[in-house]
């Protein structure tokens, strides 16, 4: 999967245009629910941070790689993710977007999207669970992006309509972690029709 920088870039673009075209249609509706305990506000600004953290990182640029794939930094973040203090990320980073957040994550696409554009996807950057290659983590990015829009449409009632490219490389990593944790099984008779996932499953 990582082995295709090109591809991994057209992903991200796209991910990031399925946000900004959902996050039109949040219109006044930025207290309502959104995603467990964040309200739409929060959700974007979560998202929106995907975007943001590939800006950072890239401005942090890492001595050796420690992580060497997508799947192996979410088995690295797990217990992280589970942590307090994404939450209220999400919340902080959703009051940063100021009073038009539409416009704010425009201004962040318009910024960062240019700078993977002229990466070659060799670049090595300080991420959260270590050094990584910026091929190994710009998927994690648009796993993000990707299924966080659909929290996103949800919570507003829209279709689940992902474009093609980032809901084949979402789904992709996806399937690297259920292969790696071990719960490929449970995975293929859900996706089959056979038996339905327990509650709570989840693969990040």
Do not use: K
Request: aromatic share 6%; glycine share 12%; net charge negative.
């Amino acid at each position: 999967m990582t082995g295709d920088w090109a591809g991994s870039r057209r992903a991200f673009a796209d991910a990031t245009a399925w946000f900004r075209v959902v996050l039109g249609e949040v219109g006044d509706r930025w207290s309502a629910p959104g995603l467990g305990e964040w309200d739409v506000r929060a959700l974007v600004g979560h998202t929106s941070r995907s975007l943001l953290t590939v800006e950072a990182y890239l401005a942090r640029p890492a001595g050796a790689v420690e992580v060497g794939s997508a799947a192996a930094y979410y088995q690295v973040t797990r217990a992280i993710a589970a942590g307090p203090e994404v939450a209220q990320r999400g919340r902080d980073a959703g009051a940063a977007l100021g009073d038009d957040p539409v416009s704010a994550v425009a201004t962040i696409a318009e910024r960062v999207l240019p700078l993977v554009e002229a990466c070659t996807g060799q670049e090595l950057v300080t991420t959260i669970a270590g050094g990584m290659r910026l091929a190994d983590y710009l998927p994690t990015r648009v796993l993000e992006l990707t299924v966080h829009t659909a929290d996103l449409a949800a919570a507003l009632g829209r279709p689940l309509d992902p474009p093609g490219r980032p809901a084949a490389l979402t789904l992709e990593l996806l399937n690297e972690l259920a292969v790696a944790q071990g719960r490929a099984g449970a995975l293929m008779l859900a996706l089959t029709g056979r038996r339905g996932l327990g509650d709570g499953f989840s693969l990040l």
